[in-house]
Each structure stands twice: as structure tokens, then as C-alpha cells.
């Protein structure tokens, strides 16, 4: 756990989010200012800067991470042709990076536009 980090805290349960999944590697709660009708934030269970941070070993816990997104897609009834969802990781100032725990952001429930913005 990383001092101060927002995410870690959500993990361990010292600061209240709406937890929709969560294992030994990964926890998926609701985002507090939500993009669309779903938005759901997968984190490793572990403190990981960024997607830059990630090393090989951390392979199978990015494979892991992306699973978990779709499986989070597929408990809103999002994961099906005709709905489907957005699953997206923001980097640096430009990429829209603010928190600094790695983070997939799995958006969905309403027709998402391309490119964006
Ligand atoms: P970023 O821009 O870093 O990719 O995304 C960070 C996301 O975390 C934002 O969508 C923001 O709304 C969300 N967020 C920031 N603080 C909190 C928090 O305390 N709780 C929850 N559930 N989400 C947060
Ligand atoms: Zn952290």
C-alpha cells in the first residue's frame, strides 16, 4: 500500500466506495464523478503507478485487469453486441492521467462517440 494513494484506501477498505467485484488481485468499484450510466474503475489490489510502471511480471495481472472489466461489463448486462462498453487507461497530462494507481476505466450504457475527446 502506497501512503496517501486514494485507490490503495479504496482496496483496504479505509474509504468507502461502491465495490462491484473485487478478488485477490483486482477490485472494481463505481467511479465518484461517473462518465456515463455505468463507469466502473478496475485496480490492482496492489500499488502500481501507471501503465508505465507495469513490468513483465506484471503480465498476467494486466491480463487479469482487462478480464475483470469485461466480467464487470457482463454483470451490468452491458457485454452483448447490440449495448457493449469502453474500456480505457489515461496516461499523462495529455492521456488525462489524475490518479496515480493504475486503473482501467470500463464505461457503458450509452452509445459512446469515436474519437475521443
Ligand atoms: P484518471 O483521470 O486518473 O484516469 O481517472 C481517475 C478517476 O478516478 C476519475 O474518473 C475520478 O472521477 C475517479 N475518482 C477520483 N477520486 C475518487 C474516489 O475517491 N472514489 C471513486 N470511486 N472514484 C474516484
Ligand atoms: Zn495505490
Given at each position: 500500500m502506497s501512503q496517501d494513494c486514494i485507490f490503495c484506501k479504496i482496496v483496504q477498505g479505509e474509504i468507502p466506495a461502491t465495490i462491484v467485484y473485487q478478488d485477490e488481485l483486482a477490485t472494481a468499484f463505481r467511479d465518484i464523478n461517473p462518465q456515463a450510466p455505468m463507469h466502473v474503475l478496475v485496480v490492482p489490489n496492489r500499488h502500481i503507478d501507471d501503465i508505465t510502471a507495469l513490468s513483465e511480471a506484471d503480465e498476467p495481472l494486466a491480463g487479469h485487469l482487462l478480464r475483470v472489466a469485461a466480467q464487470?461489463?457482463?454483470q451490468e448486462g452491458l457485454a452483448t453486441p447490440d449495448r457493449g462498453f469502453?474500456?480505457?487507461v489515461n496516461y499523462g497530462d495529455e492521456g488525462?492521467?489524475?490518479?496515480h494507481h493504475l486503473h482501467v476505466h470500463v464505461l457503458g450504457g450509452r452509445k459512446m462517440g469515436w474519437p475521443p475527446g
Open positions: 464487470v461489463a457482463a469502453r474500456v480505457l488525462g492521467l489524475v490518479v
